[in-house]
């Protein structure tokens, strides 16, 4: 992937990176707005119970008090955030971005990792039915997605826990310590296994690298690439493969993160999911709204590098 | 002329069909066509949109996928000393039954046939038989330099290996087909690159492999009017600095026109005139086809223009190769139909007659002096 | 091996197959089971609402847990509590039936009107609206969930007017691209040309007659996002409360249970979800194959 002309793609990148920055804007602008109508007046809590009292003079603070109009509030909250200062956990009384972060690796590796495990088993059903047409096998297997799309993912954790008590006896828990040494690192996968077949998104993604793919089979040029005896798949992978992998891969990641709140309850696991849940229990909402910021931010990330791959892929994205 | 005895491809009695689901009937899109190409001449096949010449060159190639596609007939490949039939063993993957000589059944492992031609044409596509497409800009792979898409086959099919001597050779090639600053060009993506110099590098990529057979499938469409007649200019240079032999598909008569040396008509299908272009396409002959007459009366020419006569359209439709008349598929828009040969017409298909030597036409007004 | 045959006489002007002719059996099936779940469901939920239940669901026969199906009179058997769970099952439709409607109307309703600012008017509001898809779509719909229940209150309308909201873009982007589509077809201009007023050809022509297939099929997948949704949170404690019964805390009561080998209290609400998002699902793609007109293969 040869970057011929190095100044457009940059431009292009920029603008990708212009149009994130604008959207997370936005997304604040929701969570704020979600904050400011909420009754009991959380905001007020944030902006001057969670303020570090050291920084400012005494006098000047009691000054300038908490900002009356709703974008001053916006402002202050916002320039907060800037700092690190996400406030702290009403519950716990813990700065809350440290916590995410902490907690956050977890669900991180939950999440690609189960998004990882539904393209496995995506792939190989979307490649042979778009280059075979609808076999036995192939529809069977689409079917079989459909239903797998359908399980209530808690539910079928449950059985997997079962299966996993009476085939090892031991309870999947990731509290570290009640763990068998020998097989702590199964810990790990069996909440990533749960998460990766009843996400809900399987059949969505069969159906989208399948449609793909088989449109891409069609075109011209994969014609003259068999007219020229040449590898069909070497000329249809950036397009019908890579292309649209990272495309539903960018796509499902917000699934995923819902589908790892959930699954996180079952397994215990103790990710930003988890947290999130007990926040909304609590009405701890500096926690809750650090999530959902973080949460956002990280489906940004990954339709920004989608669009990244994208860019460097196709010639026109980055002459335009 | 010819090295070896024999044309270098020999199509007979190929049938390639297609299925409509909506009028639960078949596509005859190539009806029984039997056509051959002589080792260094360009056989043009001229007809209009639907009258199976396109899929005929695909069915020589081995590009047809959808179903059930090519049922029975033999192609051979005469080159290289070597003599082989594309379509060997089609006969225990297509299997068909027929009513009143009409094909109404047909079962096909169109998996096992594609696995089985595929392994036929291993060494043969792109190698033996080259082919170009019409609309070049989409024949090519966007996502990839038109140089290394040019390499690519050079790779394959030649004896340079090497990354380097490659990349030599694409460029030699780009200067033949008259692209200029080819080393630039090697760079540029199919969109960076204007229809006619896709065209070229299309050209270039497909004779690069130094083929026996290289099939034109409409070079010229989709393209200017003024660099349609560029590329058929360097078709024909090319043809004389190469004497490569050619398969070139067009319903332009004057591509047909300017490169080939002997020419089919087809129409509904089937082959309804063929021989030597000069008496083809002759002004004055008075034995030729009915549609092959009205085909040239219906293009303007100087002559007409300036005789200020009337372009004389064909009545009727183009039969669509589903409602395949009994009789004579042109029957229903002939103008020369007399009452001698009326009922023929209408009723049985005429054979192949050969009318002149090399000259055959399939019409009642010429009966089967000799039979196809 | 494949097998092609041409019915021997005169080949139709138009062989204009009927719907059934034209469909995939699949489809068919696809379609046939969505109703099914659909009529069920509906059924189910007058029943409920009611209250024509052949059992009390809130009975507790301490004497009959955890019994199978079709013991003594318990036509779908008994949770850990002895409750008949039909009776529970029915009335835990409640818990998404008017929700999942209020949802689904809001994404309808807004997803269309978006989407005719965006296609029809063009320009600036389609960057507009399209910047707001993007931004919808940042969010997990759990977590923007959670945070609202966290700064309201864990109102079940309060959710599904959030999961309305978030189902806007769909629709939207949808009828944007059919009203592309159609003005490709220059549907729009001759319409205008012919004096239609304006808001004619947006509810009659280009809504009604062009995309009620459309919307139909989104409302019913978005009903099975608006199921998915329910459950999820009251299997997490945040919907309905025991004991009236919904399908998602029937799952998390029974759990315990599960895990001691007694499968069927939780087995049979997950069975009840995975039926109806399921049928749900299908009829909106077997809809989609045979009113769309999806080519496939």
């Known amino acids: 992937m040869k970057f011929a002309a190095v100044k457009p793609v940059s431009r292009v990148l920029a603008r990708e990176l212009a149009v994130t920055a604008l959207l997370l804007l936005g997304v604040s602008v929701v969570v704020f707005a979600i904050l400011y109508l909420a009754p009991g007046d959380p905001l007020n809590v944030l902006l001057e119970g969670q303020s570090p009292r050291s920084e400012l003079a005494l006098g000047m603070r009691e000054a300038l008090g908490v900002p009356r109009t709703w974008y001053g509030q916006y402002a202050a909250w916002f320039g907060k955030m800037l700092q690190g200062n996400f406030g702290n956990s009403i519950r716990t009384g813990l700065p809350v971005l440290p916590e995410l972060a902490r907690v956050g690796v977890y669900t991180l590796t939950l999440t690609l990792g189960s998004l990882t495990l539904t393209l496995l088993i995506a792939v190989p059903i979307a490649v042979h039915a778009a280059a075979h047409g609808g076999t036995a096998g192939n529809t069977a297997a689409t079917l079989g997605a459909y239903v797998l799309s359908a399980v209530p993912v808690f539910w079928f954790g449950y059985i997997v826990v079962y299966v996993f008590i009476h085939q090892f006896g031991m309870f999947p828990l990731i509290s570290g310590t009640a763990a068998k040494q020998e097989h702590a690192w199964l810990y790990f996968l069996v909440p990533i296994f749960v998460l990766g077949i009843a996400s809900g998104t399987l059949s969505e993604m069969i159906r989208h690298l399948r449609e793909e793919l088989s449109r891409v089979l069609a075109e011209d040029y994969i014609r003259t690439a068999r007219a020229k005896g040449a590898p069909v798949w070497r000329h249809a992978f950036k397009e019908g493969f890579l292309i649209p992998v990272t495309e539903i891969m960018s796509a499902k990641i917000p699934f995923l993160l819902g589908g790892a709140v959930i699954v996180e309850q079952v397994f215990n696991w103790p990710g930003m999911g988890r947290m999130a849940w007990q926040a909304a229990q609590d009405r701890d909402f500096p926690v809750i709204m650090g999530i959902a910021l973080v949460a956002a931010a990280f489906v940004r990330s990954g339709n920004l590098l989608q669009r990244v791959i994208f860019t460097a892929v196709n010639p026109r994205a980055s002459r335009e | ?372 | 091996m494949r097998r092609y045959v041409q019915t021997p006489g005169p080949i139709g002007e138009f062989s204009e197959l009927s719907l059934a002719q034209r469909a995939g059996p699949l489809d068919l099936l696809y379609t046939g089971y969505g109703l099914l779940v659909v009529a069920v469901v509906v059924a189910s939920y007058v029943l409920g609402a009611f209250g024509w239940l052949s059992h009390d669901p809130q009975a507790i026969n301490v004497g009959l847990i955890n019994a199978p199906p079709f013991t003594s009179g318990h036509l779908l058997g008994t949770d850990f509590l002895g409750r008949d769970l039909q009776a529970r099952l029915i009335l835990g439709i409640q818990a998404y039936f008017l929700p999942g409607l209020l949802a689904i109307t809001i994404s309808v309703v807004g997803g269309s009107i978006l989407g005719i600012l965006a296609g029809y008017k063009g320009g600036w509001f389609d960057t507009i609206i399209t910047y707001f898809d993007n931004l919808l779509d940042s969010f997990p719909r759990l977590v923007l969930i959670l945070l609202v229940i966290a700064a309201f209150k864990p109102d079940i309308y309060y959710v599904m007017v959030v999961v309305g909201i978030t189902g806007m873009p769909v629709i939207a982007n949808l009828i944007a691209g059919k009203i592309a589509f159609l003005r490709q077809k220059s549907f729009i201009e001759a319409a205008h040309a012919l004096g239609l007023p304006a808001h004619t050809v947006v509810l009659k022509h280009i809504l009604w007659l062009n995309c009620r297939a459309l919307l139909v099929i989104q409302a019913t997948l978005g009903m099975a996002e608006a199921i998915l949704v329910e459950t999820s949170l009251s299997y997490l404690g945040f919907g309905v409360q025991e004991p009236t019964p919904s399908w998602g805390n029937m799952v998390q009561a029974g759990a315990n249970y599960f895990l001691q080998g007694n499968f069927w209290p939780s087995t049979a609400p997950a069975l009840a979800i995975l039926a109806t998002i399921l049928g749900l699902q299908l009829l909106g793609d077997g809809l989609n194959n045979l009113l769309e007109g999806k080519r496939r293969k």
């Not at chain 2, 009028?23 to 039997?34: M, T």
């Not at chain 2, 051959?36 to 695909?58: F, P």
């Not at chain 2, 081995?62 to 005469?78: F, Y």
């Not at chain 2, 009318?355 to 089967?368: E, F, M, N, S, T």
């Open chain 2, 1 to 372: 002329m010819a090295l070896d005895a024999g044309p270098l491809l020999a199509i007979d009695n190929l049938r390639t069909y297609f299925y409509s689901r909506a009028k639960r009937a078949f596509i005859r899109s190539v009806d029984g066509v039997s056509l051959g190409v002589a080792h260094g001449e360009t056989l043009g096949i001229v007809g209009e949109s639907g009258s199976g010449k396109s899929v005929t060159a695909l069915s020589a190639a081995g590009l047809v996928t959808a179903g059930p596609g090519v049922i029975s007939g033999r192609i051979d490949l005469h080159s290289n000393g070597t003599r082989r039939n594309l379509l060997e063993g089609l006969e225990n993957y297509a299997r068909f039954t027929e009513q009143d000589g009409r094909v109404m059944a047909v079962e096909k492992d169109e998996r096992g046939w594609r696995k089985h031609s595929d392994t036929l044409m291993a060494g043969v596509r792109g190698k033996e038989i080259a082919m170009i497409f019409q609309n070049p800009r989409s024949a090519l792979n966007p996502y990839s330099t038109i140089g290394k898409q040019l390499v690519e086959t050079i790779r394959l099919h030649t004896n340079f290996k090497g990354e380097r001597e490659a990349k030599e050779r694409a460029i030699h090639w780009l200067e033949r087909v008259r692209i200029d600053s080819p080393g630039l060009r090697f760079d540029n993506f199919p969109f960076g690159l204007s229809g006619g110099m896709c065209q070229r590098a299309m050209i270039a990529m497909a004779l690069s492999a130094e083929p026996s057979l290289l099939i034109a499938d409409e070079p010229t469409t989709g393209l200017d009017a003024t660099i349609q007649s560029r590329i058929v200019d360097l078709l024909a240079q090319l043809k004389t600095e190469t004497g490569i032999t050619t398969l070139l598909i067009s319903h332009d008569i004057s591509v047909i026109q300017r490169l080939s040396d002997r020419i089919a008509v087809m129409y509904g299908g089937t082959v309804v005139e063929t021989g030597r272009a000069a008496e083809v396409l002759a002004p004055q002959a008075t034995a030729r086809h009915p549609y092959t007459a009205a085909l040239l009366a219906s293009i303007p020419s100087a002559e007409t223009i300036r005789r200020k006569s009337y372009l004389q359209a064909i009545e009727g439709e183009v039969l669509d190769t589903i409602e395949v008349p009994r009789g004579c598929r042109f029957y229903g828009r002939c103008n020369r139909v007399t009452d001698a040969i009326r009922e023929n017409c209408a009723g049985i298909e005429p054979p192949l007659a050969e009318i002149a030597p090399g000259h055959k036409v399939r019409c009642w007004l010429y009966p089967a002096a000799g039979k196809a």
